[in-house]
């Protein structure tokens, strides 16, 4: 029987900076309050674990302190093994609180979900060790695991496009327009912006008017979902599909306001990579096209 | 005919790939739908040609924005159909179930912990406004009307 495939192994430069980055966008993603008054509808982890106790001001701010310490610990790999889980856990549980008002919204998960694969690789990784592989392997496997949090994100919105429309998705976006207009107007009563109003209202009159071209540009999107493990082949593909993915969330943000930042970032800081393209375009630190384990 | 071998075929691919994780979890955001932290990512899978927004004005007439409530008028929404996905089970008439949905998101505004006290004096006699879009032909048609009055 064939071995399984070798993971990619990452420079430690890369690590550090990948590290630094993703702790501080967990950071940013988690709330620095809860302005709710209950958990009336839970969702996800909130109906596992009873998270009421967040509600308290005294506990949530030493929850808050408590992230920051493990974060700081994550990123000087310092017990990692509980930097991590303490991480995951307040992280996920302050999200879930926030979509346990009724409505659940979709800009951190992508966040918990790379958490959840960096604390569950690293804790494979202790096993494997113990069978005998590289210690060297362990934070590799959690960025390899992070890459694929990432794609699993983009193939999973992409599968129920199809899945919900009956593989109609690219035909029925002729009705984009419509969505655009909605998104417009209720971004203007968030922030009574008129002159973003007006931008919108341009773009989903062009796409009321110009079905086939959003239809186009819409089958380009849904590629992109459908053919985001395309990133995983190499350093190549995934600088090239982060750098597509992030272009169309850029997009999306000047149309319809949908701005997803902390995918673009995570696609930024695990796809694209940028410091291995200076180091690589330096020539100073080179090394071959996704280096593998033995 | 050798009924194992596909199976052994399935298998062996499955332990040369390096891709495990992205299959496992693919898997669990499409069977846990919408259990934070996982998710199907349902926004945006589907378009039609109507649909509609919301938003609050107060007892003259003039719009109450959202974000001094510490939410997105996108969150307003999701929470007033959740509301009316409950009231619906209690009335069959969808302008009654509105209704009850829209009292049941004022009187969360209501009780939400906002830095600002005179936002709450706002919401007294305070209206949410529903306003349908649709497109006909090359033309969108945006047509509001009140859904519910706080008392």
Redesign the interface.
């Known amino acids: ?7 990619p192994v990452f420079a430690l430069y890369e690590r550090l900076v990948m590290r630094a980055l993703f702790a501080w966008v967990v950071f940013q993603a988690t709330p620095k ?1 809860l ?4 958990i ?2 839970p ?5 596992l674990v009873d998270l009421h106790f967040l509600l308290a001001p005294p506990v949530f701010v030493f929850c808050q302190k408590l992230l920051v310490v493990a974060l700081v610990l994550y990123v000087l790999r310092v017990v990692v093994w509980l930097a991590l889980p303490i991480a995951l856990f307040l992280h ?1 549980a302050i ?2 609180v926030v ?8 800009a ?2 992508i966040v ?2 790379v958490l ?2 960096q604390t ?2 690293h804790f494979y990784g202790l096993w494997r060790r113990r069978q005998g592989e590289s210690r060297g392997l362990l934070e590799s496997r959690a960025i ?2 992070s890459q ?2 990432i ?3 983009y ?3 992409g ?3 199809l ?3 009956k593989g109609k ?1 690219i035909f ?8 655009i ?3 417009a ?3 203007f ?4 912006n008129q002159a973003e109003l007006q931008q919108q209202l341009a773009v ?2 062009f796409a ?2 110009h079905g086939w071209i959003i239809m186009l540009i819409a089958a380009l999107g849904l590629f992109l979902e459908l053919g985001s ?1 395309l990133m ?1 082949i190499n350093r190549v593909w995934a600088a090239a599909l982060g750098c597509a993915l992030i272009g169309f969330h850029v997009g999306l943000t000047h149309s319809m306001g ?1 701005s997803f930042v902390y995918n673009q970032w995570l696609l930024l800081i695990f796809m694209v990579n940028v410091p291995y393209w200076i180091a690589t375009a330096g020539g100073k630190f080179f090394r071959p096209p996704y280096a593998t384990s033995p | 005919m050798d009924f194992a071998s596909p199976f052994l075929g399935v298998f062996a691919w499955w332990r040369r790939t390096r891709c495990k994780f992205l299959l496992v979890l693919t898997l669990l955001c499409l069977v846990l739908r919408e259990n934070y932290p996982f998710s199907h990512f349902p926004m945006y899978a589907s378009f039609s040609k109507k649909t509609y927004y919301l938003y609050l004005t107060d007892v003259d007439g003039n719009e109450i924005p959202t974000k001094p409530f510490a939410i997105s008028n996108s969150t307003l929404r999701k929470i007033f159909d959740s509301r009316k996905r409950i009231a619906r089970k209690r009335f069959a008439d969808s302008a009654r179930a509105e209704a009850e949905a829209g009292r049941a998101l004022l009187k969360y505004l209501e009780d939400l912990p906002v830095a600002k006290p005179e936002m709450k004096k706002r919401l007294a006699g305070a209206q949410v406004q529903r306003v349908d879009v649709h497109q006909e032909g090359a033309q969108l048609i945006l047509q509001k009307h009140a859904v519910t009055t706080a008392p």
Do not use: E
């Open positions: 029987m064939t071995a399984p495939r070798p993971i309050g302005i709710v008054s209950g009336p509808a969702n996800g982890f909130a109906r996920v999200n879930a979509n346990s008002q009724g409505g659940i919204q979709h951190m998960q918990s979900l959840l694969a569950a690789a390899w695991w694929q949090a794609v699993a994100v193939l999973v919105a599968i129920t496009k899945i919900v429309t998705w029925d976006a002729r009705w984009l327009g419509v969505s207009a909605k998104s107007y209720m971004s009563y968030d922030t009574h989903a009159h009321v008017t493990p995983l949908l």
